[in-house]
């Protein structure tokens, strides 16, 4: 199957600081990719929408001037958590939308695990 | 918009046994149908989906069936091992546009050796 990678796997930082996490369709173009978070034992929440080479539809509740999205290329989308605090420690999922194989599917990252101190 | 609930939460079965996950869903629009098993620390990793044109799809032990008039799809997993313990989620979509996947809340099926 398809593969998305997402880099870095963990992060610790101070509060206050900016951290940038990267999502990469490695062996299809992603017209489409989404971010998501996750707390523990829960379920995915989906926090923006991003198509390539336009702005990121942000869901309701999440604040598109605290967490930056770009998603410049077919294959990559960044999300940058600006003047992170504790609350903003979660897992950060990523997921791409194309086909692959001739079928239409989403496929997800392996996640970032972010702890902000 | 979509509502997919998904039940049961947490399913322990012993080795060898069936395990079944069942999903309702609420958007009759909706069209493809995606299975995903999450590990300890990992991101979901896509299992099995089905397409609304398909009532049942199966590859190898794993199944899923589709019933559209009643809205409600279902995970099958024969002969379950322990590496089959993980949390499961499913999701529904409409294929077109952008729309997003809409998660049910995860099922943490553990396998009993």
């Known amino acids: 199957g398809a593969v998305v990678s997402q880099h870095p796997s963990r992060v610790i930082c101070k509060s206050g600081t900016s951290v940038k996490i990267e999502c990469r369709s490695l062996d299809f173009q992603a017209t489409t990719m989404f971010w998501y978070r996750q707390f523990p034992k829960q379920s995915l929440m989906l926090m923006a929408t991003?198509?390539?080479?336009?702005?990121?539809?942000?869901e309701q509740g999440v604040e598109k001037d605290k967490f930056l999205i770009n998603h410049a290329s077919l294959t990559l989308s960044t999300l940058t958590v600006t003047s992170a605090h504790p609350e903003d420690s979660s897992f950060y999922i990523c997921?791409?939308?194309?086909?692959?194989?001739?079928?239409?599917?989403?496929?997800f990252g392996p996640g970032t695990r972010l702890t902000v101190l | 918009g979509e509502n997919v609930e998904q039940h049961p939460s947490t399913l322990s079965v012993q080795e060898g046994d069936s395990a079944v996950i069942k999903c309702t869903y609420s958007d009759s629009a909706s069209n493809y149908f995606p299975w995903y098993k999450q590990e300890l620390g990992k991101g979901p990793q896509l299992i099995i989906d089905i397409r609304s044109n398909v009532g049942e799809k199966k590859d190898q032990r794993i199944a899923v069936t589709l019933n559209k008039t009643a809205k409600h799809f279902s995970l099958h997993i024969t002969e379950t091992q322990p590496e089959d313990s993980a949390v499961y989620f499913c999701a529904a979509s409409r294929r077109t546009g952008a729309n997003n996947l809409f998660f049910g809340t995860g099922t943490r099926l553990t396998v009993i050796p």
């Open positions: 991003s198509n390539e080479g336009s702005k990121a539809t942000y």
């Open positions: 997921s791409a939308r194309g086909t692959s194989g001739g079928a239409y599917t989403q496929y």
